[in-house]
């Protein structure tokens, strides 16, 4: 663009300028909408520099071998500027690894020129000083952006943006002030001591800055939970279901009064293949006279990926959001806590895909009792009564209508669902309104596509976000590297949707409607709901409601004033006292009303 304003009339360096400025600054806080025009940018310019040498091109005999290698590069120019602007997705893929090789080679070059210029006896010592300094610059932000390749297209994002402004700037300046005075570079000769000082220190800086940056990112890969080998499958998995494999003490969060065990065990995938799951089992201390009572927890969202775990992560109740762990205990009551297959174990997660889930939590359970043979404190009642919570509380839906043909060796007396994310069409529709949604956005996109093979991940998320969510899908919640997703997660959001198109038609959809639990929960079913939630909407949740009762389904439906998500299962939650009361009712095999009828 220099080269073509040149020469332009000054009313046209100002317009352009002023352009630039506004066009800078409507991408500077829109990383989706920066990125793809960088690439349509990127694209153009490498076509108009092909087609500007393929113009210049000499076809006389004494230019003959120059002409041959221009035009040569504008044919190069041309095609590569056609599969930039063709090749969307491709580009948004490579772009953080060519950013981060560049940046090496340009450290390693930096280097070499120090180098040669001492050996030479070159250029000034604050110049080589300098040049060294930005040289471990380089290096370190490209050692950065290999292992953060999200982080690197948001910055690139940015500083296009950014990039943009200080050059419309310049024109306009330009246009303005160096044109119509006649000012020249003059000004730039000046090469003081200031001068001098001033570049040190800017290298510096720019060197404790990328080892901040370094630094950090070693901080957060080394704080991400890490997988044991206690999870690692037998070579060959029994096909029998809910088959106790190994179990050892766990100690992680665990309250006083209370004595833990994890678990792995065999259980069934999405699919229908043989598969193994984990699970943490807990009860209390002291000696119980009769059999104690059981509840099956099914747990929030951790993430996705196999080190998100519960039974992993450090707080390992209180990420899935479990409520009421010290009643549990004060109780004598046994807790069995399934992490779902993919968690901790290998293989893809089925988040929100509900048979895979329920699989997992009733398995546990078979598992749990095979525990229970070996560890004679335990002493686990025959029934047991399934909670869960947000995405727990779907597996909990699905574990109650699923028991009967799956497993009707275990004996379920009630199941809790609290803020279950029953609708998935509704819940996926509502995330690009939600605070940082594009994070369980991530989560789902990366679920649906592992799982279900009529699902394409790249047709249902826009190509400048497939890096950014990929890499949202790898981290847990907890993890403190979780800060970047939520980072990204708002930028995005602040720019558009991640979805290509609606996530709720073609395969995508169907597969999610067909994740709605509408199977008949012949135990007593409670619903319990936060009417200030912003992740699963109440009137979502009052239409699910209303279409199960209208089947015939019945259930407990109750609602929180004030309550959100998260809230509703807080330890001052009203909910709390109201489902520890109905859980003993339940132990009791005391009968359950239903509040169908008399819902609005």
Known sequence: MPRLLARAPRWVTFAVGAACVWLGLSLLL????SLEVLTFYVGVSCILSGLL??????????????????????????VAGVLVLVWVGGVFTVLPA????????????????????????????????????????????????????????????????????????????????????????????????????????????????????GALGAKLDHDSPEVSAFYD????????????????PFTTSVPLGARAWRILYTTTSTDGSATVASAVVLTSTKAASEPRPVITWAHGTTGYTSNCAPSIVAASFASGALPALDSIVENGWVLVAPDYTGLGTKGPQPYLIGQGQARSVLDGVRAARALDARETELSMADSTVVWGHSQGGQAALWT???????????????VAAMAPASDAIGLVKNLPSVSVGSVFASYVAAAYSDTYPDVNFNEYITPAARTLVHKMSTRCLSEPGALVSVVNALAIDKDRTIFAKDPTTGALGERLRENIPELVIPEPLLIAQGAADALV???????????????????????????????????????????????????????????CGTLP
């Open 233 to 248: 499958a037998p070579p060959t998995v029994p096909s029998s279901p809910g088959m106790l494999l190994k179990s050892e």
């Open 30 to 33: 829109k990383p989706l909408s």
């Open 98 to 213: 060519f950013v981060a090789v560049a940046l090496i080679a340009s450290g390693l070059g930096r280097g070499l020129m120090v180098v040669r210029t001492v050996r030479a006896n070159l250029g000034s010592p604050d110049e080589r000083a300098a040049t060294m300094l930005l040289a471990g610059t380089d290096l370190l932000l490209g050692v950065v952006a290999l292992a953060w390749p999200d982080v690197t297209l948001l910055i690139v994002a940015v500083l296009f943006g950014a990039r943009m402004v200080l050059f419309g700037l310049g024109r306009v300046w330009y246009a303005l002030f160096v044109v119509r005075t006649g000012l020249t570079s003059r000004a730039r000769s000046a090469h003081g001591p200031f001068r001098r000082w001033m570049r040190v220190t800017g290298a510096l800086l720019s060197l404790v800055l990328a080892g901040a940056a």
């Open 400 to 414: 109650g209508g699923l028991a009967p043909s799956y497993a009707p060796d275990v004996k379920i007396s009630g």
């Open 537 to 595: 909407i109440p009137a979502v949740q009052d239409a699910y409601v209303a279409a199960r009762c209208a089947s015939g389904q019945k259930l407990d439906y109750r609602k929180y004033a004030g309550k959100d998500h998260l809230s509703v299962v807080a330890p001052d939650s009203p909910l709390i006292g109201e489902l520890l009361s109905w859980t003993k009712d339940r132990i009791a095999g005391l009968p359950a009303t239903s509040n």
């Open 53 to 78: 040498d393929l113009l210049s091109v000499d076809e006389s005999s004494e230019n003959r071998a120059r002409s041959a290698t221009r035009l040569l590069l504008g044919w190069g120019w041309v």
